[in-house]
């Protein structure tokens, strides 16, 4: 089993009355709501607590990509992976992931991945994403109807400008290039490759027929995420897939203290800053074509499923930060208390989703720095090393070998 | 209504009526299937109105890398239809690919009607985002009496697999290179434009009019995006006109 440290780079001062004006948290977010010294603060920050999860035995540190949003403030991923390459030195760096569609010419992605392998001595993920519709299509106006078909080309043309030895000429429909010849190449002889979703089948059969990791990003609960994990490992063992369980990757939010009470007096703001001010215009987040009919109808048919645990009352009090800090964490939106708990039900979930690497969101909203510190310490020092045991009889190939190595020793 | 197929594409073609043909093609919604405003033209011609690949039924979009591809397509189904010259209606989305082809193959277009078209773009109006617009400003801006427009019969899945494909010309910004490509026209153009059309300002007509060589632009009052059906008087007698022979209006 394998931990991985995370955090949805929120910033941290919107106004109290955000979520109530109603104003759109994606694409269109005033640009007068926010300070770019606060920005830069809160980039320190992340960059110092990365630095502490890999002092703190985290097996990577995740980066994402995302655009014209308060939620999340990192437009590239791979400048954030480049301050951590360059300042940690054991845990991978998991970029998870670049959204190919959006690099023009997308070797830009496979160069930048190579030379942060270089730089972290061969620690790099690589992580392909389609991007939010609100980051792809609305921010940088990629045609749904093309959104996938841009995918496979520049995927394709990232592959081979990796393994190639030789200069190549590559005639794309959306990249034309006389000569691909990368420098640097990149440490790792192949990449792990991870490739993020939200249900549609589309993006399972890519990864089943490349021996990716499926990662299931979503903070929507443990109710809405069970019948997609659970229809992707179907779908697995219906196409005769391997489902080494390190081949799955899911997010969580964790809220680790040294008692219950303490958890939910430290946490509970952040929470619910997190959720209140995720509100983002619903027109943004379904544009026609975005998702094939096939994968809209599976969707919903997971989606009925997930409403028939949490009532929709209930899931529009979740979203809007409404629930109270317990009541989030009975529903699978947070796990949190001590470690002793934290850890059993990290256990109960991890192995009824069957996932072998977990993205442990371990700062939330506005929560300040202090207490993300002692929650990274709790779960690297008190959380992982009780469920180091968990998956151990499974091969894990979706993460680079230089991150194994110091591990085993560890385990010595 | 067949399936027909042309090159890469199969898609349902629509044929009504007979006489002289005219060419339909349809808006960014999808296509109007056996609507009345179609049913009236087919009194006096043989309408020909070909649901666009990656619509409805049709597939193909994959195979239409440019608007120029689009444009060849619609080319390959008059060539099919063996007829030298065709007038050509095209509204929306479809008065966009209409007078796409009517650049390209001046040859294979005797009139050209486009009614409330998109193609063009001005920064100084921008056109709304009619892909985020939320339902109640999307009837807003398409209908001119909105509470007394039909009401949408589509099936939701049917739309939004319309809507993803008019991305691949409409998305970010509808402008495929059209204004440099309009002076090659050669075809006497009507732009026909609904004067509360919310979607595409009177201004974009009246400045595609301006751009084809021989072109009028004329008001449809009373209509938005849909004047054949708000305004179907005035419509059937602007295109009758026009195309030289006026159907008799029976109403809706």
Request: aromatic residues 10%; proline residues 8%.
């Amino acid at each position: 089993m394998k931990f991985h440290w995370f955090a949805e780079a929120s910033y941290p001062k919107l106004p109290a009355d955000f979520r109530a004006r109603k104003i759109s948290s994606w694409v269109d977010t005033p640009k007068a709501l926010h300070d770019p010294h606060v920005v830069g603060e809160m980039c320190r920050m992340f960059i110092r607590l990365m630095q502490q999860a890999d002092r703190d035995g985290f097996d990577g540190l995740a980066v994402n990509e995302h655009h014209q949003t308060p939620f999340a403030v990192t437009p590239s991923p791979n400048l954030l992976a480049a301050a951590l390459a360059h300042t940690t030195q054991r845990a991978a760096i998991l970029i998870i992931g670049d959204s190919l569609a959006l690099y023009n010419p997308p070797t830009r992605v496979a160069e930048e991945m190579a030379w942060l392998d270089c730089l972290s001595g061969g620690r790099v993920i690589a992580g392909f994403v389609f991007g939010t519709p609100m980051d792809s299509v609305f921010a940088y106006g990629i045609p749904p109807a093309e959104l996938r078909d841009r995918f496979e080309e520049a995927r394709q043309l990232i592959l081979k400008s990796w393994a190639e030895q030789e200069p190549f000429a590559f005639n794309g429909k959306y990249t034309k290039l006389r000569y691909v010849n990368l420098w640097p190449k990149p440490i790792q002889p192949k990449f792990p490759i991870w490739v993020p979703g939200s249900g549609s089948v589309e993006t399972w059969d890519l990864c089943i027929e490349n021996d990716y990791c499926y990662g299931h990003l979503s903070f929507s609960g443990l109710h809405a995420a069970k019948p997609l994990v659970d229809a992707w490992w179907e779908y697995c063992d219906m196409r005769g897939a391997d489902t080494n369980p390190h081949r799955m990757a899911f997010t969580q939010l964790i809220c680790c203290a040294n008692t219950d009470a303490e958890a939910e007096r430290l946490y509970t703001d952040g929470v619910k800053y997190f959720y209140r001010n995720r509100y983002t215009n619903p027109a943004y987040e379904a544009p026609p074509g975005y998702r094939s009919s096939k994968s809209v109808q599976a969707i919903m048919g997971h989606r009925k499923i997930a409403e028939s645990k949490l009532s929709a009352e209930d899931r529009a009090r979740a979203a809007s930060g409404e629930m109270s800090f317990w009541e989030y964490d009975k529903h699978g939106f947070i796990i949190a208390g001590t470690p002793e708990r934290v850890r059993q039900r990290l256990r109960e979930m991890c192995t009824d989703l069957r996932i072998g690497q977990l993205i442990a969101c371990l700062h939330q909203g506005d929560l300040p720095e202090e207490v993300a510190v002692e929650n990274t310490r709790l779960v690297g020092q008190e959380v992982i090393p009780g469920l180091r045991d968990l998956w151990a009889e499974h091969e894990d190939r979706w993460t680079p070998a230089a991150t194994h190595l110091p591990l085993a020793k560890a385990a010595e | 209504m067949q399936f027909q197929t042309f090159g890469a594409a199969t898609v349902r073609l629509f044929r009504f009526g007979q006489g002289r043909p005219l060419l339909w093609l349809h808006g960014f919604e999808g296509h109007p299937g056996d609507a009345p405003f179609l049913k009236r033209l087919a009194e006096t011609r043989l309408v020909i109105a070909p649901e666009h690949p990656g619509f409805g039924e049709s597939d193909g979009l994959a195979a239409m890398h440019d608007i120029t591809d689009q444009a060849l397509h619609f080319r390959r189904i008059i060539r099919a239809l063996g007829v030298r010259r065709i007038d050509v209606v095209g509204h929306c989305l479809g008065g966009m690919f209409a007078a796409e082809l009517a650049a390209i193959s001046p040859h294979l277009v005797r009139r050209l009607v486009l009614v409330n078209s998109y193609g063009l773009w001005d920064d100084a109006n921008p056109l709304p985002d009619a892909f985020s617009l939320p339902p109640p400003a999307f009837a807003a801006a398409k209908w001119a009496k909105p509470e007394t427009a039909p009401a949408a019969t589509d099936d939701p899945m049917t739309r939004q697999r319309n809507l993803g494909s008019a991305t691949k010309f409409l998305w970010p910004i509808p402008d495929r290179g059209l204004t440099r490509r309009l002076p090659y026209i050669e075809a006497p153009t009507l732009v026909l434009h609904g004067t509360q059309n919310g979607l595409i300002p009177p201004a974009y007509g009246q400045r595609l009019a301006s751009l084809i060589p021989n072109a009028a632009f004329q008001a449809i009052e009373g209509a938005a995006h849909m004047p054949m059906i708000e305004a179907p008087e005035a419509f059937d007698h602007a295109l009758g006109s026009f195309l030289g022979a006026e159907p008799e209006f029976r109403g809706r």
